[in-house]
């Protein structure tokens, strides 16, 4: 990937999250220093049906760059035709291929992590799409397997390498774990060890002291940040200070937060259809940004219910003025 060898740090991803990392989302977290995006999965057949919803869903900012378009799908010929209609329309930076997604609806039409098991056919798909698209990089996102018995993402990886893809980020969790239980991360370093290509670590990196932790301890050239950064975007800032021997940097302030907040509605309802509908859409983000906030669980029931940016800017100053009076909920979500 031509952005990757020209940085001497390791690489902060932003992970792809379906209905939270729209653009946005993603600017935001690259305020923060998040170094490389990559979109929420689009389908291929929706891209080669040129629909609306999947024209929106590959947009994106100049600012956003280094970005990919992540795809997903089975069959190699339409995937690549989508990679190669995607390139046409938006030039990112790279092309996607999502192998690790569990969801039914997507594995039972062969596509997202059902491809885990059927290795011939996630070659095919990898070259068809890396010929197809050239020079254009592509990259990849996978799981540690099907389930506990088949673990194969060292095979995986290097069947990706071979089909010319340049970048593997490594999900350390199976198909059948969905997000239950710990990420793997031997098993991360595992494949780490397996490839030349640079492999970027995911799964359960909460604070900037786990992306330090991750980095030392395995040869992963990047991490890739998911709910944590839903959370705490900001977690990026914090953890290119650590990596770089600053001073820890202090967590926002409640107010420093809340102005975040506010400011992320009203980004979003800027460019969203309408104010109720933009924020109602809104909501699982409100819900992990309240997450360890005073209050917690009032705060969520009444966040569940905004449907104008004023009631979020009123919620914000009643939260901090009643913050030291409130107890700290904990992190239950
Ligand atoms: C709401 C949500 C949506 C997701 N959508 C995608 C997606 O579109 N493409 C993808 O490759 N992974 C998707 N993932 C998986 C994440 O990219 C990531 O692999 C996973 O959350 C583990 O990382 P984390 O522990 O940092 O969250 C999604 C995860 C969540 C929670």
């Not at 698209?133 to 592509?138: E, I, K, L, N």
């Not at 071979?162 to 239980?181: D, F, I, L, M």
């Not at 200070?241 to 400011?263: C, K, M, S, V, Y």
């Not at 933009?278 to 009032?298: E, H």
Request: aromatic share 6%; proline share 6%; charged share 25%.
């Amino acid at each position: 990937m031509d952005f990757f060898p020209a940085l001497s740090e390791p690489l902060l991803y932003l992970a792809p999250m379906a209905g939270v990392t729209d653009s946005v989302f993603r600017r935001l977290c690259k305020e923060f220093g998040a170094d490389v995006m990559v979109t929420e999965f689009v389908s291929a057949e929706g891209i080669l049906h040129r629909n609306q919803r999947t024209r929106e869903m590959v947009a994106f900012a100049a600012s956003e760059r280094p970005l990919g378009v992540q795809l997903f799908g089975a069959d190699p010929d339409r995937l690549a035709a989508a990679a190669a209609a995607v390139v046409d329309w938006v030039t990112p930076d790279f092309i996607d291929l999502n192998f690790g997604c569990p969801v039914n609806k997507v594995v039972c039409r062969h596509g997202g992590s059902a491809l885990l098991r059927d290795c011939p056919l996630l070659e095919k798909v990898a070259g068809t799409v890396v010929r197809e698209v050239a020079p254009v990089p592509v990259t990849a996102k996978i799981r540690l397997g099907w389930d506990a018995a088949t673990i194969n993402a060292t095979v995986t990886a290097r069947l990706l390498e071979a089909a010319g893809v340049r970048v593997v980020a490594v999900h350390g969790r199976t198909k059948e774990q969905g997000y239950s239980g710990e990420a793997d991360w031997d098993e991360i370093a595992r494949v780490a060890e397996a490839v030349r290509i640079p492999v970027i670590g995911n799964g359960d990196i909460r604070t900037a002291h786990d992306v330090r932790h991750r980095l030392q301890t395995t040869p992963v050239r990047g991490v890739m940040i998911g709910r944590g950064a839903m959370t705490a975007p900001w977690i990026f800032r914090q953890a290119k200070a650590l990596l770089r021997g600053l001073p820890d940097f202090p967590e926002p302030t409640l107010e420093e937060q809340w102005n975040h907040i506010i400011r992320h509605c009203e980004m979003a309802v800027a460019e969203g259809d309408s104010e109720p509908h933009t924020l109602a859409s809104l909501r699982g983000q409100l819900m992990a940004y309240s997450r360890g906030m005073p209050g917690g669980r009032q705060l969520r029931s009444r966040l569940q219910q905004v449907t104008r940016l004023e009631q979020v800017r009123d919620l914000a100053a009643e939260h901090v003025a009643q913050a030291p009076n409130l107890e700290v909920a904990g992190m239950a979500a």
